[in-house]
């Protein structure tokens, strides 16, 4: 079976600092990924997708950028964080289904910038 | 570019009600998916029921299921014999048939399911 792994589940970071945030993705091969972020009480906005390894688009100029060095891992990272980073990040994959797709997320991690 | 509006920021029902949430949105596609998606506390987001826009028959799974008005761009969801662990925010979204295979939410509508 598929499963979707996110970390670190929490942390904390000062502003200026860099971020490194890891997804992967487990049972299957050469999925759709993509990264998205909540703010508190809000909907999901969609900050990266990538549809093969080494390619990345983005919907929103931000400062964040994200890789795919390798086909089931998905990286989010940032040079220097801003206060407005602060949030709920989720990771997700498309899964490929009779009729259709369908995405499914990882359990997401929690960025607070101080 | 599509959009997705759900008008119902909160709603709060009885355990063992009936309760209907609400979701519109606009495209000027034909094909395309819809879904509903929950998210308790603990912020994991789980996926309640998808909709194909070729199909006339409404999505139902056990207790969850949709009203899809294809020409009204109307698409809600309906929990019976609600329970307490329906307690969650719950997302409308919005999927082209693309190679990105991008998902438009709504805002999102806050359930309270009372005891």
């Known amino acids: 079976s598929q499963t979707i792994h996110q970390w670190p589940a929490t942390l904390v970071q000062p502003v200026g600092s860099p971020l490194s945030l890891e997804c992967t993705v487990e049972g299957t091969s050469n999925p759709n990924l993509y990264w998205y972020r909540q703010a508190a009480g809000r909907g999901l906005q969609l900050l990266f997708y990538?549809?093969?390894?080494?390619?990345i688009s983005s919907e929103v100029p931000q400062n964040l950028s994200a890789s795919r060095p390798q086909d089931r891992q998905f990286i989010l990272s940032s040079k220097k964080l801003l206060l407005s980073d602060s949030g709920f990040y989720l990771c997700?994959?498309?899964?490929?289904?009779?009729?259709?797709?369908?995405?499914?997320f990882g359990p997401g991690t929690r960025l607070l910038v101080l | 570019a599509q959009t997705v509006t759900q008008s119902q920021p909160e709603m709060s029902v009885q355990e063992a009600e009936t309760v209907t949430l609400s979701c519109t949105y606009d495209t000027s596609e034909n094909n395309y998916y819809l879904f509903w998606y929950k998210q308790p506390p603990s912020r994991q987001m789980i996926l309640v029921i998808r909709?194909?826009?070729?199909?006339?028959q409404n999505a139902t799974e056990n207790r969850f299921s949709v009203n899809f008005q294809k020409a009204a761009k109307s698409f809600s969801l309906k929990i019976s014999d609600s329970q307490l662990g329906d307690t969650a925010m719950y997302f409308c979204?919005?999927?082209?048939?693309?190679?990105?295979?991008?998902?438009?939410f709504g805002q999102g509508t806050r359930l309270t399911i009372n005891p």
């Open positions: 979204a919005f999927m082209k048939p693309e190679v990105a295979q991008k998902l438009v």
């Open positions: 997700a994959w498309l899964r490929r289904l009779a009729g259709g797709e369908t995405q499914y």
């Open positions: 990538s549809v093969g390894i080494g390619q």
């Open positions: 909709q194909e826009a070729y199909k006339q």
